[in-house]
Structures are given as C-alpha cells and as structure tokens.
C-alpha cells in the first residue's frame, strides 16, 4: 500500500515537471517581450536625459554651449560659497573659474539665466550679504581664545582652598 502511494506521487511529479515544446517556447517568447522592452525603455530614458540641460554649478564649456548669453563677475574668496548658495536657490546657471594670474586667490563666475530678473535677484542678495559680512568684520569683537586666557589667570591667581588629609590619631 506504502509502495503504491510514492509510486504515484512519483508519477504525477514526473507528469508535471516535463515540458512540452510547445509550453517551453511560449515562456522563451515571453522572456523576449520582456527583454526586448526594457531595452526600448532604457534607450528611450537615455534620449529623454539628452534633452535636458544641466543646471547649477557647471563648467565653462557646458554653459556656453547652451547657447544662451554669459555674464562674469568677478569675485573674492570669501564669496565663493555664499554665491553658489543664492544662485541654486534661484536656479541661476553658472560656472566658477579661478585666476591663475594673480598671486591672491581670485575667481570669476560666469553665470546665465532666463529670467534676466533671476540674475538681478542673485546679484541683489549677494551684493547685501556680502555688505553685511563687511560690516560684521569692522566691528572688533574680542577673540575667545584671549577672553579663556584671561579667565584661566584669573582662576589661577584666587588661592585655592588647602584640604587637610591627616587625621588625629585617637586614643
């Protein structure tokens, strides 16, 4: 009885695992399809990527070959960050070069927009935070290291509180 039961389990495990030509060459067909259109999904993505311009910060070459106007300005070292931050925040493109004539670091940035009104915004906001950045530095502050220095000899020069540590002997 044991014998016969494993027989047929055998036998119907055999029934379905073999594949007919037929079964197998539709699964290899459909595999194709599948195939066949993700390539035609990538190339398309690929084509669809070319169209669209880069934006932000950029090198020289790419944002004169979109053909657009350029504009320059020169600028410090010290802006170089604050510039970047305002011309991402109001999609402006542009590219920063470094001078290599001059013996003091000094960059110039090339930049392009639309909106001739999204340059002069930039151009706005960068000009008042570097005027409040200057204004900031003509105010002298005193350092911190010289403050922590002079509460470090002040603490030095209060005495401090001798601890006796010996005990009476007691009797």
């Known amino acids: 009885m044991q014998e016969e039961v494993e027989n047929r389990t055998v ?12 079964v ?3 699964a290899f067909n459909a595999w194709l399809r599948n195939y066949q ?7 398309q993505m690929k084509q669809f990527h070319k169209n669209d311009s880069v934006h932000g910060k950029q090198s020289v070459k790419e944002l004169i070959g979109q053909g657009d106007g350029v504009k320059s300005m020169p600028i410090g070292d010290e ?11 109001y999609g402006v493109d542009f590219a920063i070069v470094k001078d290599k004539q001059e013996k003091a670091p000094q960059y110039t940035v090339f930049f392009k927009a639309k909106d ?6 930039v151009l ?5 935070k570097r005027m409040k950045n200057m204004a900031d530095q003509a105010i002298e502050r005193p350092s911190i290291l010289e403050q922590l220095k002079a509460l470090k000899e002040m603490i ?4 401090h509180k001798i601890k006796d540590r010996w005990k009476e002997p007691e009797r």
Request: net charge positive.
């Open 11 to 22: 036998q119907f495990a055999i029934r379905t695992v073999k594949l007919s030509a037929g």
């Open 24 to 26: 197998f060459l539709k």
């Open 37 to 43: 259109n993700k390539q035609r999904m990538k190339h």
């Open 79 to 89: 802006g170089i960050r604050q510039f970047k931050r305002i011309a991402n925040k």
């Open 116 to 121: 001739e009104d999204a340059i002069l915004q």
């Open 124 to 128: 706005k906001d960068y000009a008042s």
């Open 156 to 159: 030095s020069k209060i005495p």
